[in-house]
């Protein structure tokens, strides 16, 4: 069976301190995909990051990255220099043998000015 | 605007009754998701339609019954209500699995 676990319920920040979101995945299969979601106060969910199993290269976009280490089965996201808007509900995903996609329980960030 | 139309935005209903909500996938995306969201649940996985057979199913409640039509766009049938339905209701789709997901804006939906 496949399962996100991401143990960080809520984190509370103030604006320009480093944040990072903790995902751990579950799966026996070795081909699968991991995902980040941002879903803000308006309610969409918004992609962030795709990676499949086989890239574990890091990877840096603005004042986001992430993390990815199989060895310990996470999948790690770190926004820098976090900002007001960055508040928002974060969703680590596992996707599996191309069937349906999981979600974790989501992490709250809160940044306060 | 991810190209993901979801209807209607709201609905409000009784205990007992039926409601279809409604997904209009992006144009050319084969797959179909619904995906329940909860404030106590988180997001969970529902079932997943890829161009018109089911190809994945989760906690989907008996009373809930979904299908893909010919022209892609897929309707999520919930029967029964209980209070417990209240929730926010996601279809997401995409071009083939394993990729990533474009959301539509969500059915509030709530049972009184």
């Given at each position: 069976a496949?399962?996100?676990?991401?143990?960080?319920?809520?984190i509370s920040?103030?604006?320009?301190?480093?944040?990072?979101?903790?995902?751990v995945?579950?799966?026996?299969?070795t081909?699968?995909?991991l995902?980040?979601?941002?879903?803000?106060?308006?309610g969409?969910?918004v992609?962030?990051?795709?990676?499949?199993?086989f890239?574990?290269?890091?990877?840096?976009?603005?004042?986001?990255?992430?993390?990815?280490?199989?060895?310990?089965?996470s999948f790690?996201?770190?926004?820098?220099?976090?900002?007001?808007?960055?508040?928002?509900?974060?969703?680590?995903?596992?996707s599996?043998?191309g069937f349906?996609?999981?979600f974790?329980?989501?992490?709250r960030l809160?940044?306060?000015? | 605007d991810?190209?993901?139309?979801?209807?209607?935005?709201?609905?409000?209903?009784?205990?007992?009754?039926?409601?279809?909500?409604?997904?209009?996938?992006?144009?050319?995306?084969?797959?179909v998701?619904?995906?329940?969201?909860?404030?106590?649940?988180g997001l969970?996985?529902?079932?997943?339609?890829?161009?018109g057979e089911e190809?994945?199913?989760?906690?989907?409640?008996?009373?809930?019954?979904?299908q893909?039509?010919?022209?892609?766009?897929s309707?999520?049938?919930?029967?029964?209500?209980?209070?417990g339905?209240?929730?926010?209701?996601?279809?997401a789709?995409s071009?083939?699995?394993?990729t990533k997901l474009?959301?539509?804006?969500g059915?509030?939906?709530?049972?009184?």
């Amino acid at each position: 069976a496949q399962k996100v676990t991401q143990a960080q319920t809520e984190i509370s920040v103030v604006e320009k301190e480093d944040v990072t979101l903790d995902c751990v995945y579950e799966t026996r299969d070795t081909t699968y995909y991991l995902f980040w979601y941002k879903q803000p106060p308006s309610g969409e969910l918004v992609f962030l990051i795709r990676r499949n199993s086989f890239d574990e290269q890091n990877e840096i976009s603005g004042r986001y990255s992430w993390n990815f280490q199989k060895s310990t089965s996470s999948f790690n996201f770190t926004i820098t220099a976090s900002q007001v808007v960055d508040s928002a509900v974060y969703f680590c995903a596992l996707s599996v043998g191309g069937f349906k996609t999981i979600f974790g329980a989501g992490t709250r960030l809160f940044v306060k000015a | 605007d991810s190209g993901v139309t979801q209807t209607p935005k709201h609905l409000i209903t009784a205990t007992g009754q039926r409601v279809t909500l409604r997904c209009s996938p992006r144009s050319g995306d084969l797959s179909v998701y619904w995906y329940q969201q909860s404030l106590d649940q988180g997001l969970q996985f529902l079932i997943q339609y890829y161009n018109g057979e089911e190809r994945a199913k989760g906690n989907i409640l008996e009373r809930f019954s979904a299908q893909q039509f010919p022209d892609l766009h897929s309707e999520l049938n919930l029967s029964s209500l209980e209070l417990g339905d209240s929730a926010l209701y996601f279809c997401a789709s995409s071009p083939q699995t394993g990729t990533k997901l474009f959301f539509g804006s969500g059915t509030q939906l709530s049972v009184l």
